[in-house]
């Protein structure tokens, strides 16, 4: 009986993995959430390490039959993921890394033993080192979360918000009430040089959103809606009263904006750091068109299960949960920026936009400046030499940051019109 090429057969079914993967993944009947995107992922794998193992078996006289292995490994762990959700995926966080782990060794030894084709070995041999790296990034994320969680912070405090708690630390006295928003990715000790000086004068605070820092991770999405609302439960049951002034930098100006749309009465001031622009209306249709939200709730799914692996870790020393959050916020930008977009009138309450004076674009100038026409009690102040990290990293531009938010509260004290 006439026998093929065995390395046909395993380029082919390593490309039907993948594209059953991807077919899985994206498959309708698939909740989007981050076990399940996992497991059919897992699934799809499996169905080419499966065909691995029976093609080469009927049409080649080099049957691999230890690619049966990691059919079952991916198989079986795929299928409890899709069955019985996230309780099983934190089991397998600690079964998986030795399991993967084992199979690659499995497949590299039986490999060299028995597939006779020097390209067959060639394609099989990053396969296999990426598994290898798989289950070691996912071990040590896996030990690291725990030693994470065990940890606790220095000052401030852990509120639950409901079914989640997030990390608040309030400084200083006085009225009103600070509470700085940082930019996506980033987190409450980014605001390390401004919160001193806000601190001095009256009491700010800081926290992290769901997922950062000290904050736990949230079951649901966090745009800038989300954010809102656990940053008002949070500010109410860590005893933090009104008024509030905001100061948000960059995508946290969208929050302070969503904010004081939902909590007008609590929202005294507003400070907006080289924050990221509502949406127009143009930009709010299409962030509703059909199907968009789906496509990013998988696309979210993917990358958080995809974090697991421990790259943000070796990357810039983010954990899992972070870098889950981090992407998380950009997918959902236009939700969050239409949803900033409700607030179209500040009336007269304060209100100062600090621009970056260097790296940005030329439309950037027309948005801050339409950001200050939200109110008619406002200011807008280009800050030359800074750039938009600068404001909060750079001592001097963070101390002119401070001066701004500090000049919102002194006219929210006195009830007058801001300085020049």
């Avoid at 966080?93 to 390209?119: G, T, Y």
């Avoid at 005294?268 to 968009?292: F, H, I």
Wanted: aromatic share 6%; hydrophobic share 45%; charged share 15%.
């Amino acid at each position: 009986m006439r026998r093929g090429p065995i390395a046909w057969i395993v380029a082919g079914s390593l490309i039907a993995g993948v594209l059953a993967a991807v077919l899985l993944a994206t498959a309708s009947i698939i909740p989007a959430t981050e076990s399940s995107m996992v497991g059919a992922v897992l699934s799809g794998l499996a169905l080419g390490w499966a065909m691995l193992a029976v093609l080469s078996l009927k049409f080649t006289d080099q049957p691999q039959k230890w690619a049966v292995v990691p059919a079952s490994i991916m198989g079986l762990g795929g299928l409890l993921l899709l069955v019985f959700g996230s309780p099983m995926r934190e089991a397998l966080a600690w079964a998986w890394p030795p399991a993967v782990l084992s199979a690659a060794v499995w497949i590299f030894l039986q490999a060299r033993r028995q597939l006779r084709s020097r390209i067959g070995r060639m394609m099989l041999y990053p396969v296999i080192a990426l598994l290898a790296l798989a289950s070691l990034g996912s071990g040590y994320e896996t030990v690291r979360a725990v030693v994470d969680a065990g940890a606790s912070p220095v000052q401030g405090q852990l509120v639950d918000v409901g079914g989640h708690r997030l990390y608040l630390n309030c400084t200083g006295s006085g009225s009103p009430t600070v509470v700085l928003e940082p930019g996506a990715g980033l987190m409450s000790s980014d605001l390390a040089l401004v919160a001193p000086h806000v601190a001095a004068a009256t009491r700010v605070c800081v926290y992290d959103r769901a997922g950062k820092g000290w904050s736990e991770p949230a079951a649901t999405p966090q745009d800038g809606a989300q954010v809102a609302t656990d940053l008002h439960t949070l500010l109410q049951r860590g005893n933090v009263p009104g008024p509030y002034v905001l100061a948000g930098h960059s995508f946290g100006g969208l929050y302070a904006l969503t904010f004081a749309a939902r909590y007008p009465h609590e929202t005294a001031g507003l400070v907006l750091v080289d924050s990221t622009a509502p949406a127009s209306k143009q930009e709010s249709v299409q962030a509703t068109r059909p199907g968009s939200e789906t496509t990013m709730n998988r696309l979210s799914a993917l990358v958080a299960g995809a974090s697991r692996l421990g790259l943000g870790r070796l990357s810039d020393g983010a954990t899992a949960s972070q870098a889950r959050s981090t992407i998380d916020e950009y997918i959902r930008a236009g939700s969050s920026a239409q949803q900033a977009a409700a607030l179209t009138d500040f009336a007269d309450k304060p209100l100062v936009v600090l621009t970056a004076g260097t790296g940005s674009a030329t439309t950037w100038a027309a948005s801050q400046e339409a950001l200050a026409s939200l109110s008619t009690n406002s200011r807008h102040r280009v800050i030359d030499g800074a750039t938009h990290t600068s404001l909060l990293s750079d001592r001097e531009d963070a101390a002119t940051t401070a001066r701004g938010i500090l000049d919102v509260v002194s006219a929210v004290r006195t009830a007058s019109r801001l300085i020049p």
